[in-house]
């Protein structure tokens, strides 16, 4: 079993690895979005790359202001991230509806 010293690097390792995974998975489906707009000029291709850049953008920032400020003030932090996320996926939401349209 890790003692607690231990365990607090391999718990930040692994959500930079967990989050470098993210961000890489969305800025690939940024990049498919964008295609799709060139290839169709459906609007609501850019709005779904929009929203993946969004929720992207916040894992990146909160990844890169915890490690920046050592973990401290993780209320800013998660209230960044929310924020973001949440607006990433009504912009998400908002391109599946307005698909057909």
Do not use: C
Not at 10 to 15: Q, R, S
Not at 30 to 37: K, L, N, S, T
Not at 82 to 94: K, N, P
């Amino acid at each position: 079993m890790l003692r607690k010293s231990e365990a607090v690097p391999v718990l930040e390792l692994l959500y930079a690895v967990l989050t470098l995974v993210f961000v890489v998975a969305g800025l690939t489906m940024v990049g498919m979005a964008v295609r799709a707009y060139a290839q169709t000029s459906r609007r609501a291709m850019l709005h779904l790359s929009l929203g993946f850049a969004l929720a992207v953008a916040g894992a990146a920032a909160t990844m890169i202001s915890a490690f920046v400020t050592d973990f401290s003030g993780t209320r800013g932090l998660l209230l960044v991230n929310s924020g973001l996320t949440t607006f990433g996926y009504l912009f998400v939401m908002y391109s599946l509806v307005t698909y057909e349209a």
